[in-house]
């Protein structure tokens, strides 16, 4: 019986410790574009969401574009990241590049 108990032990502690699987080792290239909240008069100059496929309309002013290589979990990373760090001010829009 304590044989059957530390066998499932074992087996408990070993799905316990298992790594999260959220940053996969598959990198995919993307092209990313930096966007900027246009200065409005009758509110603050911020993208209210972080979802570029929400919050992109005329209010928004390209900056930037570049071809990065990452996964998908760095690159919600990014995403939050310069969402955040911009005070809500700044977006990065990304789209995948078919090789």
């Not at 310069?82 to 809500?88: C, E, L, P, Q, V």
């Amino acid at each position: 019986m304590a044989k059957n108990f530390l066998i499932v032990m074992l087996f408990v502690i070993t799905l316990g410790c298992k790594k999260n699987s959220d940053d996969d080792i598959t990198t995919y290239r993307w092209k990313r574009d930096l966007y900027r909240a246009r200065v409005q008069s009758e509110g603050p100059a911020v993208f209210y969401s972080k979802d570029p496929n929400v919050s992109m309309n005329q209010d928004a002013i390209f900056l930037s574009s570049s071809n990065v290589n990452l996964t998908e979990h760095r690159k919600n990373i990014q995403q939050d990241s310069i969402f955040n760090a911009s005070g809500r001010t700044q977006i990065y829009k990304y789209e995948k590049v078919k090789d």
